[in-house]
């Protein structure tokens, strides 16, 4: 049965669903029965109208109707939310009102709840997700190590006790073909229920000879062990090969020097290959009506090996800014390895006291990181020494002949092991003051430590620190549709590695402000935010020590956010998200990966100024069965190519039409048209010789079974 705390988090969650554009009352009730009995962890029961920052949730829905199959296409749809350098298409990378984490890492994100995203397991695939929340603001409070912009939080698609299943089928240009399996059922009467989520995609490229597979399995098992007591195991197991690609250079400061589908590593170099294997487990207990203790577990062990031919980076070694054709390349091997263990327990409430109601939330966790890292390169001899062709494993751009050159043999560049150990503890209470205010206030405790060895030398370097994050918010409601709101957090984010001495680097630390207004009127509902973010202890170049950092820079990040979704009349549901944002550098540093200077006033790396969404799409009849039709926009502007340069990437306008239409009541027929103007664009850059360039007009068609 369900208790009544639970019902009130069922009805919270069905409530915020409703609010996003074509979600049917049918879906919703689905929704009501898969998150049976599990309260989602660090949010207490606040409904979105009553807490103190944005938050944005998309919907399964919304991603399966524009065909979005990778998280980091979903997150397009957030204008808060910039894509950031993705390893060469290994890792999903992304920016939240302006600022990154570390950029040779993938950025982290949570998994129901949990730090998840750490590690190598490649882009993560949209299968499985129930919905993505984006949480921006300060959120440190709670969940701790992170970036001052947000966190995204991928909650999993649960197990229902009414059996139903899906398998759809997709194929596309560019050899595109994908399958996938969503099934869910009793297996022990009224107790415990199972789901499986499969994919199985095949996919060529627009770019020359790329090509990529990937196989996931998401299990996930349900079990009421009691009136009170509930148990929920999530797994992930997936394998993704891809191949390593830098994208297209620039030559001569023109984008267009090249076609976009040109690839400019080695075929014969292979995909490189990543695994990904976690687990989650969750034991939540209903004490009473208004207490809950929730319990869970999580490890996420990844790997990524595989070779790779890349362009250098260093212009005293780079032919190509000699000729305009000759590109000299790195080749280079990896082995990463990441094992991510967390471990937590909340326990949340509801009371009054001195008039005020308040829900209350105290919880412990421990976190436990290892980072792995073996990594061969060689690099091309410096010009002045007159290298040939071969020494410098050159490709000509104009004219790619692949495997002119044998690979040559990439010496040790690094051998090492950076582990980290923290625990935290935190506390927040909201307490609603009659009907007008709500008042938010929290904290966390942080103990870490961090050694790193250098395992070629048996050096070992280890630095240890506590921090405090404070957070504290409100809520005025204006009426009973609209409400003012304000918040404040700290925060900090650990830095890998050392200085040039041995010294381990400090971390980052931020703080974040917030002011916003929520509305609701009609079928519509929304969201105005103003935001100022400041982080210091960025990493830079040591100018007297290369190849060594300091934690010496200071950016900041501020801007204006507008979000709307709902339906108009008409039967018209509607997506916008706009955003303005300024991110800056604000201290004068040498990049630490380029090794230019960078001053103050310095845009940060593809953040651009203003970014923007907008989706439509109209439900109708089409032979008397339900058919759907819709387009999407999204505009980015100019943004900055490279650190310290004023090399841009120029803005792009994209176009998405889908459509749908339910042959019989089991069958439904899906079509999808991205980049429908055929716009050339980039996704992002790192350097000028590393631009991603966007896939040009695609067409796809689906089909997809109920049973």
Do not use: C
């Not at 966790?365 to 050159?394: C, E, K």
């Not at 650990?494 to 010294?503: I, P, S």
């Amino acid at each position: 049965m369900l208790t009544r705390s639970s019902i009130g988090v069922v009805a919270l969650l069905a409530s915020s669903v409703v609010m996003l554009p074509g979600v049917s009352q049918a879906q919703t009730r689905v929704e009501e029965v898969v998150v049976t009995g599990q309260r989602q962890a660090y949010r207490s029961g606040v409904p979105l109208q009553s807490t103190p920052q944005s938050i944005t949730v998309i919907s399964a829905e919304t991603l399966e109707r524009v065909g979005v199959t990778r998280l980091t296409d979903a997150l397009d749809l957030s204008a808060s939310v910039a894509r950031q350098n993705n390893f060469g298409g290994l890792w999903d990378s992304f920016a939240i009102r302006g600022f990154a984490g570390d950029e040779n890492l993938p950025s982290g994100y949570l998994v129901n709840g949990f730090n998840a995203g750490r590690g190598f397991g490649g882009p993560r695939d949209a299968a499985g997700i129930e919905r993505i929340e984006i949480l921006k603001g300060p959120n440190a409070a709670l969940f701790g190590r992170g970036e001052p912009g947000g966190s995204v939080n991928l909650v999993t698609k649960r197990p229902a006790f009414e059996a139903a299943g899906t398998i759809g089928v997709r194929v596309g240009e560019f050899d595109f073909y994908r399958g996938e399996l969503d099934w869910t059922g009793p297996v022990v009467g009224d107790r415990v229920a199972v789901r499986l989520v499969a994919v199985y995609e095949d996919a060529g490229s627009f770019r020359d000879t790329v090509q990529s597979v990937r196989r996931a399995v998401y299990p996930s098992v349900f079990a009421r062990l009691g009136a009170r007591t509930t148990l929920t195991y999530d797994l992930e197991a997936l394998r993704q090969e891809i191949p390593f690609d830098r994208g297209v250079p620039s030559i001569n400061g023109r984008l267009d020097a090249l076609p976009r589908s040109r690839f400019l590593g080695e075929p014969g170099d292979g995909p490189v290959t990543a695994d990904v294997l976690g687990h989650q487990l969750q034991l939540q207990h209903d004490i009473s009506g208004d207490w809950s203790l929730l319990i869970g577990a999580s490890r996420r062990d990844t790997d990524l090996e595989g070779f790779s031919s890349e362009p250098e980076l260093a212009a005293s070694r780079q032919r190509l800014f000699t000729d305009g054709r000759s590109l000299s390349r790195q080749y280079r091997f990896r082995d990463y390895d990441a094992e991510h263990v967390v471990l937590r327990a909340e326990l949340s409430g509801r009371f009054m006291v001195l008039g005020g109601e308040h829900r209350l939330l105290l919880g412990a966790d421990r976190d436990a990181f290892d980072n792995s890292q073996f990594f061969l390169r060689f690099r091309p001899p410096a010009l002045s020494s007159n290298p040939s062709a071969q020494q410098g494993y050159v490709i000509d751009v104009l004219t790619p002949v692949y495997g002119r050159f044998p690979p040559p043999t990439p010496p040790l560049q690094t051998k090492r092991l950076d582990e980290q150990r923290a625990w935290g503890v935190y506390l927040q209470d909201h307490i609603r003051f009659g009907d007008r205010l709500e008042v938010r206030l929290g904290g966390r405790f942080d103990d870490f430590e961090q050694t790193g060895t250098n395992r070629a030398t048996g050096a070992v370097t280890r630095f240890g620190d506590t921090r405090f994050s404070p957070q504290v918010g409100a809520v005025l409601h204006l009426t009973s549709g609209a409400s003012l709101y304000a918040a404040y957090g700290e925060g900090f984010r650990q830095n890998f590695g050392a200085n040039a001495a041995g010294e381990p680097f400090a971390p980052e630390e931020s703080r974040s402000t917030e002011i916003g207004l929520k509305a609701s009127w009609g079928g519509l509902s929304g969201n105005l935010a103003l935001f100022s973010l400041q982080k210091t202890n960025v990493l830079a170049s040591d100018p007297s020590n290369a190849g060594f950092s300091l934690a010496i820079g200071e950016a900041e990040s501020r801007g204006v956010e507008v979000d709307l979704q709902g339906r108009l009349p008409g039967e018209i549901d509607l997506w916008l998200s706009w955003a303005w944002v300024e991110a800056e550098v604000s201290k004068q540093v040498i990049d630490a990966g380029t090794g230019l200077l960078i001053r103050p006033g310095d845009r940060l790396i593809n953040i651009p100024e203003h970014r923007a969404s907008l989706q439509l799409a109209r439900t109708l009849r089409l032979a008397g069965r339900e058919a759907m039709l819709g387009g999407a926009v999204q505009h980015s502007g100019e943004r900055l190519g490279e650190t310290g340069s004023a090399f841009e990437l120029p803005a792009h306008t994209l176009v998405r039409l889908f459509a749908r239409w339910s042959v019989t009541e089991r069958v439904e027929v899906s079509a999808f048209l991205d980049n429908a103007l055929d716009e050339t664009w980039y996704a992002n850059s790192y350097s000028r010789l590393w631009l991603q360039p966007g896939a040009p007009r695609t067409a796809s068609v689906g089909l997809r079974y109920r049973f």
